[in-house]
């Protein structure tokens, strides 16, 4: 009882829904028309529009034309940063703040800004480029005049669309006709919601009877549809015809619809457009584009407003010092200026150029060839993830079934005995071709010991017949459609079905000689290896659903007349139907631990007075009017009862390559992995367990499933017992919990070492990527392959697509688009970790630089009663934080503590920088202190050792603070690149040569002198060396965690 900790109910957030936020907020803007309404569509007219809808075009630019610039711009100034060096820049237009030539302002600021919009329109000129690729995919549109081509921009509701097999459908649509004989068509609808199951969908049969498609356009008929929303599995219409005598009503619902997004498997169908643009599904699923700036930059802007609190501070005791005298609130202004460079502008430049420099980097990277990076502004994110949100159809696996196993109790079969399997067909057949009709009856076999090979040639049997497969036949360029299927030609032959595995299991029986040549409403066709056709007429299906979790099938064998019930489904629902044995549980345990999809196979022989009896009570069940269902699953269930285990089969979705070993180099990266999948449940926890996402040792907690807020405690309660346990959640019952007990879940989930959520929705991907973020502060990266991942994509802290067989959708969306999931590994572990340390390190030099300079001008300022006075004037400002600094303090771009290798082998070396340790406060305040010890030391060095003239003084610390700087860089580099060496000597060179030109600051006649060389060598080296013994010490006693590595 102790456990029952009672739960606080969240108090509900006053949210505005996609819904409204899209059909609402977007239509006002664009459409001039306020809530979305139900709508009546004229088949073919769409000029005969009750209301104005919106353009059908696919956006994912952040601005238009009009909004580039200002855009841009706001971005840039709403960072206190940018908006310093903006005020600073426009002071210097009055002349009692001026300081020295605008171009000392005006330049840098300038560039920097030049920089980002430059950045900023390529990415948005890419954006639109993709954007208009989509946009102009051709379709046939049915017309009075005839087929005419249109772009999928300009289609329009009304319009009636002609889609052809594997064409995306461009709009949402009512399904009206078919190619297809069997009236009907399959749908791929993984880019939607995830799902690799291919969905049946079926022609309003008005349109569908009529002779020719051409005949839509001749009829006066409608569609009245709901508004527009965003659930995606449900729809309320109606088709009226009114030439019709009587006038022709359907109702529509979910099976009659094609969303956009989609893709036809099966045919050629026409549609009649119902939704366009926003008001598609599939967009309003889908969140806007949002410029993501990375948890760094947020870093660096706090650091640079407590360098701004210390300009402040600095200017203000410069001005008590002097007592307040005069104009005194004009010396502080001019304090503020002559202080500017506490605060770096070049700090911006430096760190925009080197983001541009990581994502060169990564592109350029054979290791992970293919790989794009579509936002350069978050390289840095890479190295801190903390939670990974993947999905698992296309990117952990390769939506591509492989049977695996047949287990018949007593013996199994892999891929590697699948020859065994299939000599036992051959000589089964081989055997009843050459025997004398009178043994072929049931009666024999039934008496005799049933042998290894009638064993095997029943479970492949019943695994050919039990299914909802159909094989279509289509040209091959060397026979035609009528032919091919007339022969049953090889070649030819496609299967369609509504889920991957039952093509795999087909597939399967083909390859051991078993082959379904034909199927309709009514019968099937399988072929032996001899080639004989067995014909069996269909008397019953009863298809799979959620709640049965099996499947079954009656057949009638034409050649015998024997009446067979066939059955399969998952062993939690099959352990109770069939006979009792003592190797289903133990055998289902062990093939599901491997990360394969267990079915259990069996089957029932009826007399034809027992099918007569189903029959009859069937039919009447299923003409009743109250609880039919319930009648229905009662007479079928009197069915399932004993029936003989015929073997177990075991089918895996084959993992992308190397998806262990990365899950596992994330895990030890210190990185949580959470699953979001729109699949079954069953197939998620397959795939989990398959990928290693669950660990061998752990234990899985299913939640149940919840519906309201009673429920949803106590299974809360029941979780929070279990401890180092998986969670597996499907998308209803996590609604309940978020709704009512959205903290607690957090709280629980984010303990968990894997969590995978399956059965959900788009909209709810973005959901639990969202409160991660808010509940944890921590940061998250999102992995998706198709359409339905685009909101988690682009909610999460840093998005990655993986171009694959579902389109492009994802990786356009993407912040960083990579060719295979495995890849992840290296962009994290690799480019990730680089790219945040070599900020880190690049952002406290360049404050260092700027911090060494001030703390001299502070110096100089109190030594000489507290003038507001500038130390070094004009070019040299500009030339030092410039050509004389700028290329060594930049190179660090290219420094690295270990090799790419070490840094994969090693992942926990990943684990160091969640912390944010390569910058942070603490290390921000060494470099302070470093910055004002060396500005000290050099400037009350040269006051000290100047002869007589002001000139001797700037030269002496100038060029000091020049050769300090160039040594720092060498003191803080780990690994020497050539283009380092090539920077510090260029550097060197460039001052040295400038000397000659600077004759207007710096005595060209004292800097010959041996004097002068003395006194810069004793300061540099009294600045430098005590921090180069420090350096040596550390790492000879407190090495960092890296250094073991590289010794």
């Avoid at 009236?183 to 919601?193: A, I, K, V, Y």
């Avoid at 998986?726 to 019952?733: E, F, K, P, R, T």
Wanted: a neutral charge.
């Amino acid at each position: 009882m102790t456990d029952n900790i009672p739960l606080q109910p969240v108090r509900q957030k006053k949210r505005m829904d996609s819904k409204h936020r899209s059909g609402c907020c977007e239509c006002m803007r664009c459409c001039g028309r306020r809530d979305p309404r139900p709508r009546t569509v004229w088949l073919g007219h769409p000029e005969k529009r009750d209301q104005r809808y919106p353009r059908n075009v696919i956006n994912n630019q952040k601005y238009n034309f009009f909004t580039f610039l200002p855009g841009v711009l706001f971005n840039q100034f709403k960072y206190f940063f940018n908006l310093y060096f903006l005020l600073l820049a426009c002071s210097q237009f009055v002349p009692e703040m001026r300081l020295g030539a605008l171009y000392t302002y005006w330049v840098p600021l300038g560039f920097v800004l030049a920089v980002t919009i430059i950045r900023e329109a390529v990415e948005e000129i890419r954006c639109y480029t993709r954007d208009k690729e989509v946009n102009s995919q051709i379709y046939s549109k049915l017309t009075a005049r005839g087929t005419m081509k249109v772009k999928s921009s300009s289609i329009q509701v009304g319009d009636l669309i002609i889609v052809e097999k594997n064409q995306r459908v461009p709009a949402d649509m009512i399904f009206l006709r078919t190619s297809e004989k069997n009236g009907s068509c399959f749908l791929r609808t993984d880019q939607l919601d995830g799902e690799t199951d291919w969905k049946l969908r079926l022609p309003v049969a008005c349109t569908q009877r009529l002779p020719t498609a051409s005949d839509l356009l001749q009829i006066r008929s409608y569609v009245y549809a709901e508004e527009p929303n965003i659930d995606i599995h449900n729809f309320v219409g109606t088709f009226t015809r009114e030439d019709s005598d009587p006038p022709v009503n359907e109702s529509l619902s979910i099976e009659n619809t094609l969303w956009a997004s989609t893709v036809i498997a099966s045919g050629t169908v026409v549609g009649v457009v119902l939704y366009t643009g926003r008001e598609l599904r599939s967009v309003m699923n889908t969140s806007n584009p949002r410029s993501k700036i990375g948890l760094f930059d947020l870093e660096v802007n706090c650091l640079t407003k407590i360098l701004f609190g210390a300009l402040v501070v600095v200017s203000l005791v410069m001005v008590a010092l002097q007592h307040f005298a005069g104009r005194w609130y004009l010396q502080i202004i001019r304090f503020l200026l002559l202080f500017s460079n506490i605060i770096p502008i070049s700090l911006r430049v430096n760190l925009d150029m080197g983001k541009i420099v990581y994502s060169w980097m990564i592109r350029r990277d054979s290791k992970i060839p293919g790989t794009v990076v579509r936002s350069s502004t978050i390289p840095e994110q890479l190295g801190r993830i903390s939670y990974l949100l993947t999905d698992k159809t296309g990117t952990l696996t390769q939506n591509e079934m492989v049977f695996k196993r047949l287990h018949l109790g007593t013996v199994a079969y892999g891929l590697d005995s699948m020859d065994e399997v299939q000599s036992h067909i051959f000589s089964i057949y081989t055997q009843q071709s050459q025997d004398p009709p009178a043994l072929k009856g049931p009666t024999l076999a039934t008496k005799v010991r049933k042998t290894m090979s009638s064993r095997v040639h029943e479970a492949v049997k019943a695994i050919a017949l039990c299914h909802n497969v159909t094989p279509v036949y289509e040209s091959n360029g060397v026979t035609d459609q009528a032919e091919a299927e007339r022969h049953y030609e090889d070649s030819c032959r496609v299967y369609q079905a509504s889920s991957p595995d039952e093509v795999a299991l087909v597939q399967w029986t083909e390859s051991v000689g078993l082959t379904l040549v034909g199927r309709d409403q009514s019968s099937m066709q399988l072929r032996t290896p001899g080639g004989q056709i067995l014909n069996f007429t269909i008397l019953q299906i009863f298809p799979f659903t959620y709640e049965s979790k099996r499947m079954g099938i009656i057949v009638r064998d034409e050649s015998t007349g024997e009446i067979t019930f066939y059955m399969k489904g998952a062993d939690v629902v099959m352990a109770g139907i069939v006979q009792y044995n003592d190797w289903l549980e133990e055998e289902c345990g062990n093939m599901a631990r491997e990360g394969l999809r267990v079915l259990v196979v069996a089957k029932k022989s009826l007399t034809e007075e027992q099918y007569q009896d189903f029959e009859a009570r069937y039919v009447q069940a299923k003409l009743s009017v109250h609880d039919r269902s319930l009648k229905v699953a009662t007479v079928i269930e009197s069915l399932e009862m004993e029936m003989e285990l015929l073997c177990l089969t075991g089918v895996e979705d084959q993992l992308q390559a190397d998806v262990r070993p990365t899950l596992e180099t994330l895990r030890n990266a210190g990185i949580k992995v959470w699953m979001l999948t729109g699949d079954k449940l069953e197939t998620a926890t397959c795939t989990a367990k398959n990928a290693h996402l669950v660990t061998r040792t752990q234990d899985i907690h299913i939640f149940r499933l919840v519906t309201n807020r009673g429920e949803a405690h106590l299974e809360l309660n029941a979780f929070r017992r279990k401890h180092d346990c998986a969670l597996v959640i499907s998308g209803d019952s996590l609604e309940v919990c978020l709704k009512y007990y959205e903290y607690e879940f957090m709280e629980l989930a984010c303990q968990c070492p894997a969590v995978v959520c399956c059965r959900c929705a788009p909209t709810q991907k973005a959901q639990i990527v969202r409160l991660l973020k808010e509940r944890t502060g921590k940061l998250t990266c999102a992995v998706g392959d198709g359409g339905n991942d685009v909101s988690m994509i682009q909610e999460a802290d840093c998005g990655v697509g993986v171009e694959g067989k579902e389109g492009k959708q994802a990786s356009l969306a993407a912040d960083f688009s990579i060719t295979q999931f495995k890849h992840l590994g290296r962009l994290l572990m690799v480019h990730g970790r680089n790219s945040y340390k070599r900020s880190a390190a690049l952002s406290q030099f360049v404050i260092h630089r700027s911090l060494c300079i001030s703390t001299m001008q502070a110096v100089f300022s109190s030594v000489f009663y507290f003038a507001s006075v500038p130390l070094y004037q004009g070019f040299l400002i500009i030339g030092y934080s410039t050509i004389y600094t700028m290329f060594p303090v930049f190179s660090l771009v290219l420094d690295r503590d270990v090799k790419s290798e070490v840094a994969m082998l090693y992942p926990e070396l990943y684990k160091d920088l969640l912390k944010g340790r390569p910058l942070s406060y603490k290390t921000f305040l060494i470099w302070v202190l470093i910055s004002i010890y060396q500005g000290s030391i050099i400037m009350y060095g040269a006051l000290l050792l100047f002869e007589s003239e002001f000139v001797h003084i700037v030269a002496i610390s100038f060029t000091s603070l020049i050769l300090t700087e160039l040594l720092m860089v060498a003191l803080t580099i780990q690994t020497w690149h050539w283009l380092m060496i090539v920077a510090e000597l260029l550097s060197l060179s460039c001052y040295i040569a400038s000397l000659v030109f600077l004759h207007e600051f710096i005595d060209v006649y004292f800097i010959a002198t041996l004097s002068f060389l003395w006194k810069v060598t004793v300061i540099t080296l009294v600045s430098c060396l005590p921090l180069y013994v420090l350096k040596y010490l550390r790492r000879r006693f407190s090495p960092p965690s890296y250094s073991k590595l590289t010794s």
